[in-house]
């Protein structure tokens, strides 16, 4: 469903981007996907709407098939790409799994700013973008993403999540079409 409007508080969700997110290989260019996610943060920001700011350190207990591969990572790979400008306003939260809900402050922290809706984007769309939405959703938020503000590592995941995946749990559209609605 196209965006429609925007709840009086309504708060922006920036996920995993971080320094070792973005140097992996995705299916986009991540530099318009930054570029993007700060202009909806600068445009939150300006109308004093919560911006949460989520970046991934580690991984989930459990075996998957997946989970050697990775290997030891830089020192810097949860670091938050400098282009957002970290503001003391800024809600930080650090999640070890995909959904930035599980085990965080995420959800009390919504609900003491008085929060009914969230704007989710980043990397990756089929990850951390789309377990944070079905969760958001699955609490009662109203959920929309921006699709031009998210990447992947997997263009067929990537397409899968916005054409597939989303329309059933939110409202997509551009960057563009939030800008619109927040002025």
Partial sequence: MSITTLDPKT???????????????????????V????????AFRA???PVVLVNVAGGAPGRNEQAASHGELPADWAELTPELNIQDSDHLVTKKTWGAFTNTDLEEYLKSNAVTQVVVIGVATSIGVESTARQAWELGYNVTLATDAMTDL????????????FPRLAETGTTADILVLLN
């Fill in 47 to 49: 109308k004093q709407l």
């Fill in 35 to 42: 570029e993007k996610s700060c202009q909806l943060i600068d």
């Fill in 11 to 33: 708060a922006l969700i920036v996920i995993d981007l971080q320094k070792g997110i973005l140097a992996l290989p995705t299916c986009h260019d991540t530099a318009p996907v």
């Fill in 154 to 165: 997997n263009m067929d995941t990537h397409t899968n999540s916005i054409n597939l995946i």
